[in-house]
């Protein structure tokens, strides 16, 4: 296993089109975690997943965003109608609660980086 | 107040000198703590995590851990040039599930010169 899979890498999109962004997390992870990074800003947490379960969701997510994660292996972030704000790097990162410390260290994939124009 | 405060710098140190990161956060139940440097444009990557208060070394990388100040920071001995990258200070937050997510900072920019 390589570590987490993202793609696509770079997507540039028109205003009010949508798009769909895909992880696959490291096999043996069962927790996946979305986040979104802007230029300057650490990144934000946007949603969780335990298995297929969508544990949390932040209120950064609005009701334009929907993730998935069928059978609890890869994953799917949709934007719907996309804005201009919603320019940014989406990183996905998933992680094994069987971490000997228990501390549910992240691993990150490396990015799709979206444009909105 | 943000729940996890860096300052942004850059933070300019020249190269072979000691770099101090530090970091503060709010909330008092956090457990655990990481460091994750991020190179332009790539994704952030894991150097350091520490659980308890006190100082834990790992080649050039040391961070400090006090819980009752709610303060981390991360030391990086005889800086290299190739240390200058953004780093990301993280802290576990517990979910509903009592699980964690992670909470991050907006980095510190740390610049070192050849």
């Known amino acids: 296993d390589t570590g987490v899979s993202q793609d696509p890498r770079h997507k540039i999109t028109k205003r009010g089109q949508n798009v769909t962004f895909r992880c696959d997390p490291i096999?043996?992870?069962?927790?996946l975690y979305w986040y979104r990074q802007t230029l300057g800003q650490g990144p934000e947490f946007l949603t969780y997943?335990?298995?297929?379960?969508?544990?949390?969701k932040s209120r950064l997510l609005s009701d334009r965003f929907s993730a998935e994660r069928p059978k609890g292996s890869f994953s799917t972030l949709e934007i719907q109608r996309t804005e201009q704000g919603d320019s940014a790097m989406y990183l996905c990162?998933?992680?094994?609660?069987?971490?000997?410390?228990?501390?549910?260290?992240?691993?990150f994939g490396a990015g799709s980086r979206l444009t909105v124009l | 107040q943000k729940e996890v405060e860096q300052n942004s710098g850059p933070l300019s140190v020249p190269e072979g000198a000691i770099a101090s990161l530090n970091c503060t956060y709010s909330?008092?139940?956090?457990?655990?703590f990481f460091w994750y440097r991020q190179y332009s444009g790539k994704s952030p990557e894991l150097i350091m995590s520490?659980?308890?208060?006190g100082d834990k070394e790992d080649g050039r990388f040391t961070a400090q851990l006090n819980k009752a100040s709610q303060y981390v920071s991360l030391l990086i001995r005889d800086s290299q040039p190739s240390d200058s990258a953004t780093y990301l200070c993280?802290?576990?937050?517990?979910?509903?599930?009592?699980?964690?997510?992670?909470?991050f900072g907006s980095g510190t920019r740390l610049l070192v010169r050849p």
């Open positions: 990162a998933s992680s094994s609660p069987e971490d000997p410390s228990g501390a549910n260290v992240l691993t």
């Open positions: 909330d008092r139940v956090s457990q655990s």
């Open positions: 520490i659980y308890s208060n």
């Open positions: 096999s043996e992870h069962n927790r």
């Open positions: 993280a802290v576990n937050t517990r979910l509903l599930d009592s699980s964690y997510k992670l909470i």
């Open positions: 997943f335990q298995n297929e379960a969508q544990l949390e």
